[in-house]
T-cell receptor
């Protein structure tokens, strides 16, 4: 099955600086890579996702890059703000007909924005 | 956007008893729902895939006789933790994907405490 590795486990950056979180996956059948933000005790919130036919996607301060050959993808947050502090999870999944495949998550990154 | 509702949000049960958690898709039909478990400060682990009208598919290491999943309609899946033990205490969260679409929507999660 799929194995997703995520680094770092904790990331502390100064407010206004950029943050980068990296993930690798093992299953070449995976073609959908979402990123979730989770605050303590709450449900994960999708912040951005990318499919394998695209190398980069951007949404305001958030961007995701995908290197399918190397099987790694990264989350980039620019101009970080205190409200960006949370745990971020990457995930991978194949998108097959019928949508019956669940997500395999990385172990998470605790992002701390220092004022 | 699509909404997935989960109930109860918190439940405390005695060791040896069973507890049922419901997951509903409120404004779409979900032929497939996914159940995850998340221990404190850990990632989300896929437990099983719930298929409407058929048996659930369990991930390796998840006891199907202990975690009973029923997906009787296109808008409701239930997870019953049978003969609960303290080590079953965790955050259980369901999710659903609309048909073969990309986005996976999460329920609010249910905190289970077994005393």
């Amino acid at each position: 099955g799929e194995n997703v590795e995520q680094h770092p486990s904790t990331l502390s950056v100064q407010e206004g600086d950029s943050a980068v979180i990296k993930c690798t996956y093992s299953d070449s059948a995976s073609n959908y890579f979402p990123w979730y933000k989770q605050e303590l005790g709450k449900r994960p919130q999708l912040i951005i996702d990318i499919r394998s036919n695209v190398g980069e996607k951007k949404d305001q301060r958030i961007a995701v890059t995908l290197n399918k050959t190397a099987k790694h993808f990264s989350l980039h947050i620019t101009e970080t703000q205190p409200e960006d502090s949370a745990v971020y999870f990457c995930a991978a999944s194949p998108l097959r007909r019928g949508g019956a495949d669940g997500l395999t998550f990385g172990k998470g990154t605790h992002l701390i924005i220092q004022p | 956007g699509a909404v997935v509702s989960q109930h109860p949000s918190r439940v405390i049960c005695k060791s040896g008893t069973s507890v049922k958690i419901e997951c509903r898709s409120l404004d779409f039909q979900a032929t497939t729902m996914f159940w995850y478990r998340q221990f404190p400060k850990q990632s989300l682990m896929l437990m099983a895939t719930s298929n409407e009208g058929s048996k659930a598919t369990y991930e390796q290491g998840v006891e199907k006789d202990k975690f009973l999943i029923n997906h009787a309609s296109l808008t409701l899946s239930t997870l019953t933790v049978t003969s609960a033990h303290p080590e079953d205490s965790s955050f259980y969260i369901c999710s659903a994907r609309i048909g073969g679409g990309n986005t996976i929507y999460f329920g609010e999660g249910s905190w289970l405490t077994v005393v």
